[in-house]
């Protein structure tokens, strides 16, 4: 039996597939090495009893996940899944890797994730490709619910929300500004807690304030992570990611503005990412 697994910060997706070829679908919280030690990933598969009942009949993994972009994090993924499966031959990849997989439709494009965090490859069908790196909810993360998130938490403790929405913000969570301060700088996961703030921003979307926010950050994303590519005209841009979903209107309007194609937007990348390895991945082996 083998495992697929798409990870991001904050959820993982999880597809057994056994030798029948059915299918049976988990979903744990999402494991990133730059937050989470291997240990933190064993002891958090171990939680559900669902997979440790058949952690020893699994043959092989093929893991997707945020973070994973270096040997040193990829090894830490590595050490937290096979300390679980300790039977299972273990494949560690970047979760770009299984957004190009996911949207590949038999021809060059560029694949953008826009989740929790985001980031952009090329994907010739061959190789994967980055011309940006990722930097993070700090430095980067451009259009992704962290990114969001700090903006309205900023525009909270700052005083600039429309009043409406100021009293639904405080009657919805009834923060301080030290609880937001401690969550954002004490506390571990601190992209997760602030991407956390993407139903509310979702709930107030047809707000000018944040219709202005999602258009300006989408675009800026854009910018960055889709025009940085030579050929970013000339080939298909395709979206995976819950945040892509939801503002799919914004994102296509800062592609218009661009002169940018957009493909497929869609929310969870583990469908296209099975039918990749269906038709790409299992079938070499057999062969």
Known sequence: MIFIIESGSTKSDWVLIDDKSNQSFFSTMGFNPYFHSAENIAEEIGKNLDLVAIADSINAIYFYGAGCSSESSNKIVYEGLSSVFTKAQIHVEHDLTACAYSTFQGSPA?????????????FDGQTVSEVVP?????????????????KLLASYLYNKLPKHVEEDFEKTFNLSKNQIVENVYKKPN????????????????????????????????????????????????????????????EVL????????????????????LITYHENYIFSKQTN
């Open 110 to 122: 560029i694949s953008c994730i826009i989740g929790t965090g985001s980031n952009s490859c090329f």
């Open 134 to 150: 990722a930097l993070g909810y700090i430095l980067g993360d451009e259009g992704s619910g962290s990114y969001f998130g700090k």
């Open 190 to 249: 601190a992209n997760v807690y602030i991407a956390s703030f993407m139903p509310f921003i979702a709930k107030h979307k047809d707000e000018a304030f944040f219709k202005l926010m999602v258009e300006e950050g989408m675009r800026s994303f854009m910018e960055v992570h889709v025009c940085c590519y030579d050929n970013y005209q000339n080939v298909p841009v395709h979206f995976v990611g819950s945040i892509a979903q939801i503002f799919e209107k």
């Open 253 to 272: 309007k800062s592609a218009i503005s661009l002169n940018i194609t957009i493909g497929q937007i869609i929310q969870k990348p583990i469908q296209g």
